[in-house]
């Protein structure tokens, strides 16, 4: 069965999707991060989707070892420097695809090693399906969010030996990236601010899923900046005032991180409304967030 957030990104999907089959996972990262992928597994518009150029940076696809398992990730950094921020850039539903990677441009163009870490690659390869409710069920809906904080520590401790200050690290993502940020945001003392784009904050607790962002909003450790549409269909309004409750009860208590916390709310956008690549996408809101964004960080000492 599909969660509420994992419908909103189904919603988004055109009919006549191809299907990718029999690649390794370093084949699969590099086809899902070409064109061929994003025209055809993802539900995209009639124009073109932001393009980001890659001169004077450094771009690629590498692994990191987390337990004996090789993580696949894109990464981007400003050519030729070192001891540089780091942002943890995490993907959407779809995996790590076109528009992930070139959001990871867009932060190295402002100065940061912006990795994005394929968090599925134990469960499957997202780029094989062709259809996004098996993509859920067989994939999507088998990742453990320990399993996710585990390959993000990974993802950190490959930063710090390859240009990364890891006294600056900050997270951002979106939908089912969006939650994660919260996530990892409360678990670990290695990231001083997180941006969440449209992250579910409360949800069914399971097995792979025991804890929402909800029900550890006093355990945060970095500033959150929450950025939300208020024409979320699947992220009620309600929801949103909770967590504010939520962490505004942990900053009385003491918790210095769960007071900064902050969100904005585009009243008129939809979910996914930073990404441009969907019908979704809204300019003015999408081109606010990435600054408030930047901002965000350079307050609380990322940047």
Sequence with gaps: MLTQDQTQDFDALLPGHSTLRGASRRTALKVALG????????????????????????????IYDVEGFSVPFFYAAPEGKNNLPVVLVIQEIFGVHEYIADTCRRFAKAGYLAIAPELYARQGDPASYGEMAKLIA??????????????????????????????????????????ITWLYSQ????????VAWYGRLVGTSTAL???????QAADTKAPVLGLYGGQD????????????????DAGARGNAAAKASEFVLYKDAPHAFHADYRPSYRKEA???????????????GVA
């Design 138 to 179: 067989e994939v999507v809906s088998k990742v453990p969010d320990a399993q996710v904080m585990k390959d993000l520590d990974g993802a950190v401790a490959w930063a710090g030996a390859n240009g990364g200050n890891l006294k600056k690290v900050g997270i951002t993502g979106f939908c089912w990236g969006g939650r």
């Design 209 to 215: 899923t025991p804890k929402h962002p909800l029900d």
């Design 233 to 248: 269909g699947g992220i009620p309004l309600t929801t949103i005032n909770q967590m504010k409750d939520a962490l505004a």
């Design 286 to 300: 999408a081109e606010d967030g990435f600054k408030r964004a930047l901002a965000w960080f350079k307050a609380h």
């Design 35 to 62: 064109v061929g992928y994003a025209a055809s597994a993802m539900p995209i518009m009639a124009q073109t989707a932001i393009k980001t150029p890659s001169n004077g940076l450094t771009t690629g696809e590498a």
């Design 187 to 194: 678990y670990s003392s290695k990231v001083k601010a997180g």
